[in-house]
């Protein structure tokens, strides 16, 4: 049972891959979740889109695709980021980078322990978990 960290066709962003992943477990915790394999793949808005076009049959860029392989209380899954987005993201909301890529990065955490993001009202409650999980990696125990 790992959290893996890799690049496809762009850089690896510099994360702490130890905090994060301990931030990661954290947050699962808190929905009664335990992490299982849970690989991120941060890649280009050209590669989201093929996968988001192969597999969802969506042709649109996005940040990020969660590929859910969670059973029982385990989470795991692929989770797909552009970095591209991610920046013109963090350009567009008027954050820093880093801190619109740990939202994404917990987003997709999210996503596997079961909140979603698509009806009316799920986004708000989305973003309120994002930010709550997000203040826990500014203020560490």
Same mark, same amino acid.
């Given at each position: 049972?790992? &959290?893996?960290?890799?690049?496809?066709?762009?850089?690896?962003?510099? #994360?702490?891959?130890?905090? #994060? %992943?301990?931030? $990661?477990?954290?947050?699962?915790?808190?929905?009664? @979740?335990?992490? %299982?394999? &849970?690989?991120?793949?941060?890649? /280009?808005?050209?590669?989201?889109?093929?996968?988001?076009? !192969?597999?969802?049959?969506?042709?649109?860029?996005?940040?990020?695709?969660?590929?859910?392989?969670?059973?029982?209380?385990? +989470? /795991? %899954?692929?989770?797909? +980021?552009? &970095?591209?987005?991610? @920046? /013109?993201?963090?350009?567009?909301?008027?954050?820093?980078?880093?801190?619109?890529?740990?939202? #994404?990065? $917990?987003?997709? +955490?999210?996503?596997?322990?079961?909140?979603?993001?698509?009806?009316?009202? !799920?986004?708000?409650?989305?973003?309120?978990?994002?930010? !709550?999980?997000?203040?826990?990696?500014?203020?560490? !125990?």
């Amino acid at each position: 049972m790992a &959290i893996t960290f890799f690049a496809e066709d762009v850089k690896l962003p510099a #994360i702490k891959k130890r905090e #994060i %992943g301990n931030w $990661i477990k954290q947050v699962a915790g808190m929905y009664g @979740k335990k992490c %299982g394999d &849970i690989a991120y793949i941060f890649c /280009s808005d050209q590669k989201i889109l093929e996968i988001n076009n !192969e597999y969802l049959k969506h042709d649109y860029y996005t940040d990020i695709i969660t590929f859910d392989y969670t059973e029982n209380n385990r +989470i /795991s %899954g692929d989770i797909f +980021i552009s &970095i591209d987005t991610v @920046k /013109s993201n963090a350009e567009k909301f008027k954050v820093a980078y880093e801190d619109e890529l740990h939202r #994404i990065i $917990i987003h997709g +955490i999210l996503h596997l322990c079961g909140i979603n993001d698509k009806k009316p009202g !799920e986004r708000e409650i989305m973003t309120q978990k994002e930010d !709550e999980a997000l203040a826990l990696l500014s203020c560490p !125990e």
